[in-house]
């Protein structure tokens, strides 16, 4: 697997419904520039269905909260 290393990272925020620590959330990357997410990892036949993923990739799950409040930011 090939790993993407970022130089930095900027928390945003997370999932709005969540208490402690461990939770869903969205990260703004500089170098190279994007977003990291934290989410739950799905499962075999969920993966299955999401199509062109390629070996390096995979695939998690956040509630919609998480990437919604991204078109406020536009």
């Known amino acids: ?5 970022i130089e930095r ?8 419904g969540s208490g402690g620590g ?3 959330s969205l990260s703004k990357t500089h170098g190279p520039d994007g977003y990291a997410v934290v989410g ?13 993923i390629a070996d390096d990739e995979t695939a998690v799950w956040v509630p919609a909260n998480v ?3 991204l078109k406020d930011l536009a």
């Open 22 to 24: 461990g939770c869903p």
């Open 1 to 5: 697997m090939i790993a993407v290393k």
């Open 40 to 52: 739950k990892i799905v499962d075999a036949e969920t993966l299955a269905k999401i199509p062109q």
């Open 67 to 69: 990437l919604d409040r």
């Open 9 to 16: 990272i900027e928390y945003m925020w997370k999932d709005t």
